[in-house]
């Protein structure tokens, strides 16, 4: 198939709001959530949505599912106009966000697992295979009973995905999928959507304020500030083009008797890198580099050159400060 | 429309949830036929002080209230949860409905029922047992046929009155009260003979808000009684035309309220 699974053209969406102003008078004023964006994703592709908090991320999810009619503008999704090709693109696509529940709130998920295989009309041997699938890759089993209401929060949105993939969309849309999980949870959920894209092809459209997701499930990343497109292409291009620095913690080793008189490591001068703290007397430090002029390995072989190292971690660039970076770099 | 078996996954599920603490459901139906009984003492009341309520006896009013009342819990427990559409928007349920293969107001309609008020519904019919054969009917099959119709007509015409106020959220924030006042102001008039209010009320609640069709004007069809003037009794053979009109009101101003919603022009 060569029809691109997403392709937009020009999106635009305002929106009215009012405000009283006066007894009787109301102002309105309109608010421009997504602004001329112009994307095309090609079939099976993984691509990551990206941008602060109010920045349209989920105006635009809500446009490409047939939610919200553009102001202006085209979308395309599976070929489909979203918004008069509702139903039949519901058929195509699996939508989860995060932050809201598409299950039914007081049944349990085999239930909820019923009614979408019938709302799908999906064949009895194929649901029940596809669910049998789903249930044992993400360990559904132990809470299949159980009210949705009372399952964790992990629990749930593992729940939600294989709701949405029950019926083996081309396309699935993922809003915010790991907010408040924890990392092993996190790690989990990564690692069962990097298997299913692998085995079903999947097409699959991710919004995230985790650098982490974007690096581990997508090949492209679209930023997306004040509503309009601010980067499309990979991470490493991004972390390139805005010098998006990564952070060395290292964590020495201190004296037996807690005197210091070993005195403190000094991490300054190291190639590529910029110390950026001191804590804890020198025992932990944080050096920042640039990905293109050296690797965390050289910083770590470096650090440990000079006091022996007990422990390191690498801090990721975090999506705002990319963002921000990004719109000064501009 | 041939397939309904995708809502029936959801409200079978319902139902049995709905069944499964038998003594809390229980507590539930009995508290629904106690409101009715209460409501139906009201009328009760005023004779003891008449005989006559608009023309009608006190078998005559139990049935215009009765019918009513059998109607109007009908569709609340099939629809009455439509209220709720505010809820259903905040908590984003709707949108999950627009993602899915099925029609939206089917699903609304189908994700719940408020089997609960199968209590109601009992007193509606007790009454109705009680006050059919005191009522001086001329029986044969078309009265029979009538007393059939009338309670469903009656539940077709006041689930659009739901659905129609339901649709008024979509522009209205908390908007609740005031479509209450058309909701619950309408089954509440329907509960008397309308000849008790003045022309331009009567008309209001005969043509505007169709509560007469429910109960009232059906009624004295089965009791052979001539009706007052502007609103006769032959009317009632037109409750079907009524719903079928309430039904393109409500399911017109539920698309547009709908597009509303997904922001397709104002």
């Given amino acids: 198939m060569t029809e691109p699974i997403i392709d937009v053209v020009g999106l635009s969406r305002d929106f009215t709001v009012r405000a009283p102003a006066g007894r009787l008078r109301r102002t309105s004023r309109t608010v421009r959530a997504v602004r001329d964006l112009t994307f095309s994703v090609p079939e099976g592709a993984a691509v990551g949505y990206i941008g602060a908090n109010g920045a349209g991320k989920s105006t635009t999810i809500k446009m490409l599912t047939g939610i919200l009619v553009p102001t202006a503008g085209t979308a395309r999704t599976c070929g489909k106009e979203p918004h008069r090709q ?4 519901a058929r195509e696509i699996g ?103 692998a085995a079903h092809g999947t097409s699959l459209l991710l919004t995230t304020h985790d650098m982490d997701d974007v690096q581990r499930l997508t090949e492209r990343i679209l930023v997306v500030d004040h509503g309009q497109m601010a980067y499309d292409g990979t991470l490493a291009g991004l972390v390139d083009r805005v010098g998006a620095q990564r952070v060395v913690v290292v964590d020495f080793v201190g004296d037996a008797d807690g005197s210091g008189s070993a005195g403190v490591p000094d991490l300054r001068g190291i190639p590529g890198t910029e110390l950026v ?42 999506i705002e400060d990319v963002v921000r970076r990004l719109y000064l770099s501009q | 429309m041939a397939d309904l078996a995708p809502y029936r996954a959801v409200l079978s599920s319902r139902i049995r949830s709905q069944l499964a603490y038998r003594r809390s459901f229980a507590l539930d139906v009995a508290g629904s036929a106690g409101v009715g009984l209460l409501e139906f003492l009201s009328v009760y009341v005023i004779f003891t002080n008449v005989t006559e309520l608009g023309g009608l006896d006190l078998a005559g009013v139990a049935l215009v209230f009765a019918f009513a009342n059998l109607g109007f819990s009908l569709a609340d427990i099939v629809v009455g949860h439509v209220d709720a559409l ?34 109601r519904c009992a007193v509606g019919v007790a009454i109705l047992a009680v006050a059919l054969p005191q009522a001086g009917i001329d029986w044969g099959w078309g009265a029979a046929l009538l007393v059939v119709a009338i309670p469903l007509v009656g539940a077709v015409i006041f689930a659009a009155v739901f659905v129609a106020a339901a649709a008024a959220q979509f522009w209205l924030v908390d908007g609740a009260e005031f479509t209450n006042a058309f909701v619950y102001g ?68 539920w698309k547009a309220g709908l597009r509303h919603y997904t922001g397709t022009g104002s």
């Fill in chain 1, 277 to 318: 703290s001191v804590e804890a007397d020198g025992l932990r430090q944080r050096l920042a580099f640039a990905p293109g002029l050296t690797t965390a390995a050289e910083v770590i072989a470096a650090s440990s050159t000079r006091a022996t190292v007990r422990d390191v971690a690498i801090e990721e660039p975090d």
């Fill in chain 1, 95 to 197: 939508v989860v966000f995060g932050q809201r529940t598409q299950l039914w709130w007081d049944l349990p998920l085999h239930e909820s697992f019923r009614a979408l295989a019938a709302i799908h009309r999906l064949p009895s041997d194929r649901a029940a295979q596809r669910q049998v699938e789903l249930v044992d890759r993400l360990d559904l089993g132990e809470f299949l009973d159980t009210p949705v209401r009372q399952l964790s929060l992990g629990q749930r949105i593992r729940g939600e995905i294989a709701a949405a993939l029950l019926h083996s969309p081309r396309l699935l849309v993922l809003d915010e999928p790991t907010i408040g999980l924890d990392v092993l949870s996190k790690e989990r959920l990564r690692g069962f959507l990097v298997e299913e894209r």
């Fill in chain 2, 186 to 253: 309408g089954s509440n008039a329907a509960s008397y003979p309308t000849s008790v209010f003045t022309t331009p009320l009567r008309a209001a609640v005969t043509f505007v808000l169709p509560a007469a069709f429910t109960a009232y004007l059906p009624t004295l069809l089965l009791l052979g009684e001539p009706g007052p003037t502007w609103t006769p009794a032959w009317l009632g053979w037109f409750a079907p035309v009524a719903a079928v009109v309430a039904w393109v009101v409500a399911l017109t101003g």
């Fill in chain 2, 86 to 119: 505010p809820t259903y928007l905040r908590s984003g349920t709707l949108d999950a409905f627009l993602l899915r293969p099925l029609s939206v107001l089917g699903q609304l309609v189908t994700s719940d029922v408020q089997l609960r008020r199968l209590g």
């Fill in chain 1, 86 to 89: 509702r139903r039949e693109l």
